[in-house]
Structure formats: C-alpha cells, structure tokens
C-alpha cells in the first residue's frame, strides 16, 4: 500500500513541474479593489491544490486516530475479559478438585463452659533467658503413674528381654 501512495504523489508532483514549466507567465490576481496580487500561474495552482487538500487530509488523518483508539480499547478490553475468563475458569476447576470445607460449628457461650470445665487450663507462656534455670515440670505431668500402668509397662519390658535372651533350659537340636 506504501508503494501505490508514493507512485501516486510522484505522479502528481511530475505533473506540477510540467505544468509549471509550460505555464510560468504573471498573473494579476485582485483580492480586494485596491489590492492586487501579481504572481505565477504554478504557485496559483499549487496554493488553490492545498487549501482543497490539507483540510480533507487533516479530517481523514483524525478519523483514523479515533478509529485506532477505539481499535485499542476494544483490544484492551478483549484481553481483558479473556484474562478475567480464564482466570474464573481455573477458579472454578480448582474449586472443583478440592474438596468443600464445612465451616467449624459455632459454640454458644453455656456449652463452652460444660467442654472447658473438665479441660486443664490452658499453661501460661514463660519465656526463658541463657541465665535462668529451665522450671521444673508441672506436678501432674510429673506425678507417678497409676499401679495398673507401671505393672503393664514392667510386664511389657519382661517381655521383650525374654525374646532377646535365647532359651538356655532346652538342649539343642540337630
């Protein structure tokens, strides 16, 4: 397209020369009554060809731009809603891969304290310098097991020095 608008202002500044070399006589050209305007019949032309022509280039050059701006808003805009498509698309499979997650019932005040009142209270956070001996444990996780767990334990530990030891009352096989 680029080579077809060059051909053509050639063209037409060929034929401006050639007729500016045949016609180049004086002319008179009254404006008003006392002002007259002597010039050359080429510079006529080439005036009276550019007062028809710059206003209908610039009017085409600025619905072009209008034209390439809405071109680009619309782009922008595509994009955009295809950005925003895929995106709530991807959404919408990744909420389908996972599972749906039940909200955590909510306590009412009453029944909150019959859970807690069983419950130990919660241990008070201490922190510890490089200078202070670590405390010592609380008495309930310190304090001896009940009989019935420490003879199970001891039973438990028999047991395994029995399957370690070899049984030395019977005699060999061979």
Do not use: C
């Not at 080439?46 to 072009?64: D, E, K, M, N």
């Not at 782009?75 to 698309?89: D, G």
């Amino acid at each position: 397209m680029q080579v077809v608008r060059t051909i053509i202002w050639v063209l037409i500044l060929v034929g401006v020369v050639l007729f500016s070399f045949f016609n180049w006589r004086d002319v008179e050209v009254m404006i008003w009554d006392n002002l007259v305007l002597e010039t050359k019949v080429p510079a006529l032309v080439i005036i009276s060809f550019l007062l028809g022509f710059l206003p209908t280039w610039l009017y085409a050059r600025g619905v072009i731009w209008s034209l390439n701006r809405k071109i680009r808003s619309l782009e922008i805009a595509a994009k955009a809603s295809s950005v925003s498509a895929a995106a709530r698309e991807s959404d919408r499979e990744e909420a389908e891969r996972t599972e749906p997650v039940e909200p955590e019932p909510e306590s009412t005040p009453e029944s909150h304290e019959e859970t807690t009142a069983g419950a130990p209270a919660p241990r008070e956070e201490t922190r510890l310098t490089a200078d202070e001996p670590q405390p010592a444990e609380n008495a309930e996780e310190t304090a001896p097991q009940d009989a019935a767990s420490q003879q199970a334990a001891a039973d438990d530990a028999q047991a395994a020095e029995a399957d370690e030891t070899p049984n030395q009352d019977k005699p060999a096989t061979t």
